[in-house]
């Protein structure tokens, strides 16, 4: 047990080893664990929605510890700004009562655990499969703040409308075609 | 410029941590003492004048201490909850509010160096966390387990939902002429700026983007929910919408996070629109005394658009819901794309 908190120790002193990011992204991830075990396992509807927004926070909070400012930002504005709201907003429109609901279980717990591990396994095998060993070199920068992250943005920028650009834009085009479709099928008249 | 006792202050290396804490605490006062200036110059003493009579005089010169007075009232009273209330949601509700109102502030520079956080995402920034406000609302109207609370909340998210489309593209047009997010560079960009050679005023962009400025000051005006947009709290039909059920000092919470959220979109505009701190270049005013002069310009810029919202809010007469979506999704979002169309091409062309 020492021999290998011994071993830990070691390991985060070590140069390769960025500490400070590691410490949090651990404490994050923690967290998003349990508050993603919560959405799940609570017997309130709302309490569930508000219990995903601490998920997506969490990943905004990742996206923060890997430098990645934009997309940050983008998952607070669309996530937590847009789409958890739209959650909340048609849970209470059409029934969302106080208190412990009875009602929001069914049979279908094994299936679901089934399909949980299967898509961590996918998902954990095309991680290993295509950044295996890589490492991120985590930029100490000491000037201006904007700058550093200009270039990042920028970087990003140059990728989507550069060599990303059709797929942005098919992306695009599907997400109006699913709008207009919504309101297709939402219309009586 | 620079007097002889502020010299060993320039001298002084801080740690990062000493640093954000003092920027931190500053950035706090600030915000707080706007609120509270626009708070008793508008809501006490403009509107008064404006109904011909004097408001609060008794609590100090011309009253001006009365907001100090009201504040201490509303920390003695009792902090109630409807015994139906779903406690935890309740007691976090406002707390989400007043988060989201001062994360605005952390990016609107003051000065050269007087920002709390110079990201380079600025203006995005400050859309993606004004927007985390209505997760509060709606937090606020289901968990006070009252039905004026509730239609109050879900009238909020659907008003704030609309018209935070049209404060993104507004914004739109400034950034494609700048070519960046940072509001460092759009304050630089509105100051070096020239007009077919003339720079005496430098370029502010209500000149170049006042479409993207009016929808911007719309825009503003129904995210603050104030009148004539001010559906979710319409007292004749709600009573006080998502807080009726607040009192004490979660109450005052609102009634900060509601003002200085005015206090810190006045603060955006001005800076977007209106040049920020900085003034015009070809003034010659040094850079060392903008680090002083910056935070006044801002201070009366912001103040002054903050008048405005609220001369609008004191004269014109409620919307209804369907105006007023109308207006958001029929007016200003075509509006608004049209003037991106415009903006790109101008861009391009020139």
């Keep these: 047990m020492i021999g290998t908190l011994a071993l830990l120790a070691q390991q985060a002193t070590e140069h390769s080893f960025d500490t400070p990011v590691n410490v949090v992204f651990y404490i994050v991830a923690a967290f998003m664990v349990f508050a993603a075990i919560r959405v799940?396992?609570?017997?309130?509807?709302?309490?569930?929605?508000l219990w995903l927004i601490m998920v997506l926070a969490g990943v905004g909070l990742n996206f923060l510890l890997l430098q990645a400012e934009f997309v940050a930002i983008t998952q607070v504005l669309v996530y937590l700004g847009a789409i958890v709201v739209l959650f909340l907003f048609g849970i209470m429109l059409t029934r969302a009562p106080l208190g412990r609901a009875d009602d929001l279980d069914n049979n279908m717990k094994p299936i679901a655990a089934v399909v949980g591990v299967l898509l961590t396994a996918v998902i954990a095998?095309?991680?290993?499969?295509?950044f295996g060993d890589d490492r991120l070199t985590f930029e100490a920068y000491s000037g201006p703040m904007a700058e550093a992250g200009n270039n990042r943005t920028t970087a990003l920028a140059n990728e989507i409308f550069g060599p990303q650009l059709i797929p942005f834009e098919v992306l695009s085009v599907l997400l109006t075609a699913a709008l207009i479709g919504a309101i297709v099928l939402a219309r009586r008249d | 410029m620079?007097?002889?006792?502020?010299?060993?202050?320039?001298?002084?290396?801080?740690?990062?941590?000493?640093?954000?804490?003092?920027?931190?605490?500053?950035?706090l006062a600030a915000a707080l003492g706007l609120t509270g200036?626009?708070?008793?110059?508008?809501?006490?003493?403009?509107v008064s004048f404006m109904q011909s009579r004097l408001g609060p005089m008794e609590a100090g010169p011309y009253g001006s201490l009365q907001l100090l007075a009201e504040v201490g009232k509303w920390l003695q009273k009792e902090d109630v909850a409807p015994s139906r209330a779903d406690r935890v949601v309740f007691g976090l509700a406002p707390a989400v509010v007043l988060t989201s109102t001062f994360l605005i502030f952390v990016v609107i520079p003051a000065g050269p160096n007087a920002v709390i956080a110079d990201l380079a995402t600025g203006i995005y920034y400050v859309l993606g966390v004004s927007s985390l406000s209505v997760i509060g609302i709606l937090m606020a109207g289901w968990a006070s387990a009252n039905k004026y609370a509730l239609i109050g909340g879900l009238r909020a998210a659907g008003q704030l939902i609309a018209y935070e489309l049209p404060l993104v593209l507004a914004v739109v047009g400034?950034?494609?002429?700048?070519?960046?997010?940072?509001?460092q560079d759009i304050v630089a960009a509105q100051a070096n700026g020239e007009i077919?050679?003339?720079?005496g005023i430098g370029n502010p962009f209500i000149i170049t983007q006042f479409i993207g400025f009016m929808i911007f000051l719309i825009a503003i005006q129904a995210e603050l929910t104030q009148t004539p947009f001010d559906m979710p709290i319409a007292e004749s039909e709600l009573v006080a919408g998502y807080h009726v059920e607040y009192t004490g000092i979660r109450f005052l919470v609102y009634f900060i996070s509601e003002f200085a959220t005015a206090v810190a979109f006045a603060a955006v505009a001005s800076t977007l629109f209106l040049g920020g701190w900085a003034v015009p270049e070809?003034?010659?005013i040094s850079r060392d005394a903008m680090h002083w002069v910056g935070p006044l310009v801002i201070s009366a810029k912001a103040v002054f658009l903050v008048g405005v919202v609220f001369w609008v809010r004191f004269t014109f007469p409620r919307f209804r819901e369907d105006q007023l979506q109308t207006l958001a999704w029929k007016g200003l979002i075509p509006l608004a794309l049209?003037?991106?169309?415009?903006?790109?091409v101008f861009k391009v062309v020139f």
Excluded: C, M
Aim: aromatic share 14%; hydrophobic share 60%; net charge negative.
């Design chain 2, 196 to 199: 077919f050679g003339f720079t």
């Design chain 2, 338 to 344: 049209a003037n991106i169309a415009l903006t790109a």
């Design chain 1, 40 to 49: 799940v396992t609570t017997d309130n509807i709302v309490h569930a929605a």
């Design chain 2, 174 to 183: 400034v950034v494609i002429t700048v070519g960046s997010l940072n509001l």
């Design chain 2, 2 to 27: 620079i007097p002889a006792f502020a010299e060993p202050l320039l001298a002084l290396e801080l740690a990062y941590w000493q640093e954000t804490l003092i920027k931190v605490l500053v950035g």
């Design chain 1, 125 to 130: 095998f095309a991680v290993i499969r295509t």
């Design chain 2, 282 to 284: 070809s003034w010659g």
């Design chain 2, 37 to 46: 200036g626009v708070v008793y110059l508008y809501l006490f003493k403009f």
